[in-house]
């Protein structure tokens, strides 16, 4: 019998946000290895803040998240608009930038090393870039950039923040190529998304997340009319200027409140966590 795998990710009665305000609360998941994962639900959901924490960008106020393995090391690709181009710094020095691991602060990149930032840049259609500075790229062009610094990342667990949002249709299909080929290698994937009908055709698990985990699983079985409905509501319902929220110490814990959220919660729509 093949023994099987433990998740790459394992959140534990998570709860994330922002100067003690809950923006995703008590969530309970296991991703496992290797799995191709879409996050999806209505803006103001909690999806970036999710991916921020899974980066280790942003401290959980509740709970925990475990990574076992080799899913210690993240690449992480936020939303286009969180980034500043305007630094001058060409595209060769930006996709080196994924070595940051091997060569540290002021170690030297070497030929070898420069040698894969050029096969990186090949590899997603940019061969010839290399001088080129960011403020002169289209939308398309940068996102490939940081697909390529991505790649030199050589993470296990990768995360990607609407990674097809404001590039044309080919170079899209290119990067979704790339996202397929990661997973294809073992790798576990997880992509905030949009467009319903890309994660109906490509992904096959699904996180339908409204502040709290309205589904998880199966994508077919995650978007029904009824979850997104329920979704939709509870965000519209959510109240951004209720008090901040008084963590207990018990929310360290995740046995403290480790049921599953059949049910909505008040303080899911006061912003208060108990």
């Known amino acids: 019998m093949t023994a099987l795998l433990p998740p790459a990710l394992r959140l534990l009665d998570l ?12 969530l ?19 999806k970036s803040t999710l991916l921020k924490a ?14 076992p393995g080799a899913a210690a090391r993240a690449a992480y690709l936020p939303q286009q608009s969180d ?19 091997e060569v540290g602060a002021w170690g ?3 030929s070898a090393r420069l040698a894969r930032c050029r096969a990186a840049l090949a590899e997603v259609g940019l061969e010839g870039f290399e001088r080129r500075t960011l403020d002169t790229l289209s939308g398309g062009q940068f996102q490939r950039v940081l697909f390529a610094r991505l790649m030199l ?28 080929g990661w997973q294809a290698e073992g790798r576990t994937v997880i992509v905030v998304l949009h467009d319903l009908s890309l994660v109906r055709r490509v992904f096959p698990r699904t996180l339908l997340l409204a ?20 979704a939709s509501g509870l965000v519209e319902a959510f109240d951004e200027h209720a008090a901040p929220c008084e963590v207990p110490a018990a ?3 995740p046995h403290a409140h480790a049921h599953a959220h059949d049910h909505d919660h008040p303080h899911a729509h006061g912003g208060h966590c108990r």
């Open 15 to 26: 709860t994330l946000g922002y100067d003690r305000h809950p923006a995703v609360h008590h």
């Open 28 to 46: 309970q998941l296991d991703v496992a290895a290797g799995e191709l994962l879409a996050v999806v639900g209505p803006n103001g959901g909690g």
């Open 54 to 67: 899974l980066a280790g960008v942003l401290p959980p106020m509740g709970g925990r998240i475990e990574r």
């Open 83 to 101: 980034i500043d181009r305007s630094f001058p710094v060409t595209v060769l020095e930006t996709v080196a930038m994924g070595l940051w691991h």
């Open 108 to 110: 030297r990149l070497g």
């Open 153 to 180: 990342r050589d993470a296990q667990l990768i995360l990607l923040d609407e990674p097809f949002a404001a590039v044309d249709e080919p170079t899209a299909d290119h990067l979704l190529e790339l996202v397929q």
């Open 211 to 230: 502040r709290e985990a309205i589904a998880a699983g199966p994508t077919a079985q995650v978007l029904v009319p009824a979850n997104l409905l329920r």
């Open 251 to 253: 929310a360290a814990h």
